[in-house]
């Protein structure tokens, strides 16, 4: 388990550095936070400002490179609380992280579904919805992984605690 954890998260690593490499276009003193400016529009008029600016095919192709992404953090995250819930005894703790592991697989679907709803919007088709439905999903998606990083961090510690404790 420990392999796949460091290879998915070292290939997570590397793909995050293409994807900052890439969309190095995308920050600027109006966009400040990038892509995710870009994803958390309010409306399809200040997305197409943006695809302005910036270039409909340099935002397709981050987006298509995001793909990538998605598969990468998804596992890593997925292969962290597996390797957590494994060390659990307690039923109860086993469940939580189960529940977590099912989080991460949401947190890549949401993923997904945002990036879906962005190239219908740089390709020529976007409207209001799909715009509100990529600011959404990605709403639901951070939270989402930040309670899954906190997760995999408290457990953690809590693993090495308790193995302390046995010694």
């Known amino acids: 388990m420990r392999k796949k954890i460091l290879y998915s998260g070292i290939l997570s690593l590397l793909v ?3 994807l900052r ?3 190095a276009a995308f920050y ?3 966009y400040p936070m990038g892509i995710i ?3 958390l529009m309010h409306h399809f008029k200040d997305a197409k400002m943006m695809i302005d600016i910036v270039g409909k ?7 298509t490179i995001d793909f990538v992404f998605i598969v990468c953090y998804s596992l890593f995250f997925f292969f962290c609380c597996k390797a957590l819930m494994d060390q659990y005894q307690n039923s109860r703790f086993k469940t939580i992280g189960f529940i977590f592991l099912e989080l991460c697989v949401l947190v890549g679907i949401l993923d997904l579904i945002e990036n879906i709803a962005l190239l219908i919007t740089l390709g020529g088709y976007g409207s209001d919805l799909s715009v509100l439905i990529s600011k959404w999903a990605a709403i639901c998606k951070f939270s989402l992984a930040a ?5 995999i961090i408290t457990a953690s510690i809590m ?3 308790i193995s302390k404790k046995k010694v």
């Open 16 to 18: 995050l550095l293409a």
């Open 21 to 23: 490499w890439q969309g």
């Open 28 to 30: 600027s003193s109006q």
């Open 37 to 39: 400016d870009f994803e």
């Open 57 to 63: 095919r340099t935002m397709q192709l981050n987006v």
């Open 147 to 151: 309670l899954v990083v906190i997760y």
């Open 159 to 161: 693993v090495q605690i």
